[in-house]
């Protein structure tokens, strides 16, 4: 079972961070305690640093089964995320990694240099059978960290190399900086965007996803990736009941407005650590509405916080769960942002000629 949130952090330490403690996840066997060792120092303790630290990947792609989800495989340059978007249903997956998925999966992250050669070995093999490939699924591919490191972008040189089609999800304005690749794959059929504007409420935003871009600076790149020619679509995500819900509407028509040829949703998901996470957000900075947003959820899920059952997981149950689907049906009717996103391309996949092999005799 998931720990409470229970120890808060100091409030300047975590200055600009989502999560206000740093509990243990549900596979360590002590919790987290502070103690007073001695000494007495009447200096505060510094505020919390992002590290990152190196993974060598033996394989990059992750195939899923999931009925919910419309791919089958995944590639994550990064595990935890700096945007620090308390929401996030990833951060159970630090936990696997003896971390905690409050304040560690925002501040110490692991990055995969080599993930671009270990992917290009992976759809070399002749056993691969191409179909769209999923990138920032789990963590955003785009997060500040990868300014630096340039993991995604060399990801995408390999899925442009061999012709690969590939659905980027990302809240990061740095997608712009690898324009040049999108736009070559768009013209191919390689490629779509999604980019999430969860509120157009800036002060929400910066509480609830600290690090992450203005929602007026993502509709901008939503713009910017039409006027490349890449398809790209709003993602109202996640709409968190009691906070955000009054805003479908007008998210949906700013998308629209923005370039955007599509639209798609979720509800607000708190698996495992997320729940007593938000839930000490909400007490902390919506005290007066954090009782109307968990009883909305817990409507929705059969009483509880969360219900994981395929199918249900997405959006929810009941009359709350169907009036928010209706509305964001006729919006995006009446915004054209109901329709499909053309299909992306699998037929132009072609294995590139790699260190080594023989040119091609002409003549």
């Known amino acids: 079972m998931p720990h409470s949130a229970k120890i808060p952090v100091d409030s300047e330490r975590r200055r600009g961070r989502g999560a206000a403690s740093n509990d243990v996840g549900r596979f ?59 929401y996030c249903f990833a951060r159970p997956s630090h936990a696997y990694l ?79 900086r690898d324009l040049d690749i999108l736009g070559d794959m768009a013209r191919d059929g390689l490629v779509r965007v999604g980019v999430s504007v969860t509120t157009l409420d800036a002060g929400l935003s910066r509480r609830m996803e600290p690090r992450v871009p203005s929602p007026k600076r993502r509709l901008a790149v939503i713009r910017r990736l039409a006027d490349a020619g890449v398809p790209v679509r709003l993602m109202a995500s996640p709409i968190v009941p009691g906070l955000s819900d009054h805003e479908i509407e007008a998210l949906l028509q700013a998308g629209r407005e923005a370039g955007a040829e599509a639209a798609s949703w979720i509800m607000l998901r708190l698996p495992r650590e997320v729940s007593p996470l938000f839930q000490q957000w909400l007490a902390e900075h919506y005290p007066d509405r954090a009782a109307r947003v968990m009883a909305r959820l817990r409507e929705m899920h059969g009483g509880k916080d969360y219900d994981a059952a395929w199918g249900r997981r997405m959006r ?22 109901d329709r499909r996103q053309p299909k992306l391309r699998c037929d132009l996949f072609r294995v590139p000629l790699g260190p080594g092999d023989q040119m091609e005799l002409f003549g």
């Open 28 to 86: 360590e066997r002590f919790e987290r305690e502070p103690f007073d060792d001695g000494w007495d120092a009447d200096d505060p303790l510094p505020v919390l640093k992002t590290e990152v630290r190196i993974e060598q990947p033996r394989s990059m792609i992750t195939y899923n089964r999931s009925p919910d989800l419309p791919f089958d495989r995944s590639i994550n340059p990064y595990r935890g995320c700096e945007h620090g978007c308390i």
């Open 98 to 176: 003896g971390l905690s998925p409050g304040l560690d999966f925002e501040t110490r992250l692991v990055a995969r240099p080599d993930a671009a050669a270990v992917l290009a070995r992976e759809l070399r093999r002749k056993s691969y059978k191409v179909a769209p490939l999923a990138i920032g699924t789990n963590t955003d591919p785009y997060q500040p960290v990868e300014r630096d490191m340039g993991i995604t972008r060399a990801c995408l040189q390999v899925l442009r190399d061999f012709r690969h089609p590939v659905a980027i999800v990302t809240k990061g304005t740095l997608i712009e």
């Open 316 to 337: 929810g149950e009941g009359v709350y769960a169907r009036m928010i689907a209706k509305r964001f049906e006729i919006a995006a009717k009446r915004l054209g942002l």
